[in-house]
């Protein structure tokens, strides 16, 4: 029993460690990732355009239940004038960034860690390296910063889109006066400490998840059975990760 643990904890010693020269690579390899544009711009396509639809209907549709139960729970106070500021700050700080990260994950983290991992399984890597192409150079690290770049993109149309949703309840179906609904997200929502600490989320979320989704298809084993687990896992772990950093990330602002 004290075998299996401590081999357990070994090769879980060892995963992390090899997590974290991954992650140490992609790092130092950004400068040389964004002297080549044009992949960067396929991938931020391929993530941020596929992903676009998904992101927009969601924001909408949680703009909508935003709009009604923010209604219905300031009516109660005599506030359903500040309509407009819950939905805003709701979004902007909290929903928009966690629910497009969890929507990212399972949209585009998966298609990640499913490319990685077949061409891994169709020993493409290997032939790279054989021609002395490195695959963390070639297709890693731009699929990595493409990620980071996208996230913030697709959390602020999730904000905008939820916006829109909760007026369109809010004022056109309600009845809750326009002028009050915007005059007050305007002048409670502050550039800095409510939109800059969501796009920060936003940023600190794209890399988790997009390195976790290159992290799982590079390092699974290179048969059918070890890409659908390794793609499971990317969702699992990526959520996991996106949940727990949104509680220290919100702790950190509010201390601040």
């Known amino acids: 029993m004290l075998a299996s643990i401590?081999?357990?904890?070994r090769g879980w010693l060892g995963g992390l460690g090899a997590g974290a020269r991954l992650f140490h690579t992609l790092l130092r390899l950004g400068p040389a990732a964004f002297r080549r544009g044009r992949?960067?711009?396929?991938?931020?396509?391929?993530?941020?355009?596929?992903?676009?639809?998904?992101?927009?209907?969601?924001?909408l549709f949680v703009g909508f239940v935003l709009g009604l139960q923010g209604y219905y729970t300031l009516q109660r106070y005599g506030a359903a004038d500040s309509l407009g500021l819950l939905v805003a700050l709701s979004l902007v700080r909290e929903l928009g960034p966690v629910i497009t990260a969890l929507l990212f994950a399972g949209r585009a983290g998966t298609s990640l860690t499913a490319e990685i991992g077949l061409m891994k399984a169709g020993e493409q890597l290997a032939a790279m390296e054989m021609m002395a192409v490195d695959p963390v150079?070639?297709?890693?690290?731009?699929r990595f910063w493409a990620g980071v770049i996208a996230m913030p993109v697709?959390?602020?149309?999730?904000?905008?889109?939820?916006?829109?949703?909760?007026?369109l309840v809010g004022v056109v179906m309600i009845g809750v006066d326009a002028g009050a609904f915007w005059s007050q997200m305007q002048s409670g929502v502050d550039v800095f400490s409510d939109v800059g600490n969501g796009v920060i989320k936003s940023l600190v979320f794209g890399l988790t998840v997009t390195f976790v989704a290159l992290l799982q298809g590079y390092a699974c084993q290179p048969t059918p059975e070890g890409v659908s687990r390794a793609?499971?896992?990317?969702?699992?772990?990526?959520?996991?990760?996106?949940?727990?950093?949104?509680?220290?990330?919100t702790a950190m602002m509010f201390s601040l």
């Open 231 to 249: 793609t499971t896992r990317t969702v699992v772990v990526a959520s996991l990760a996106v949940l727990a950093l949104d509680f220290i990330l």
């Open 154 to 167: 697709l959390a602020a149309v999730f904000s905008a889109v939820g916006i829109f949703g909760g007026w």
């Open 6 to 9: 401590g081999g357990g904890v």
């Open 39 to 59: 992949l960067i711009g396929e991938q931020i396509h391929f993530l941020g355009n596929h992903s676009l639809a998904i992101i927009t209907v969601s924001g």
């Open 137 to 142: 150079r070639r297709v890693l690290a731009p």
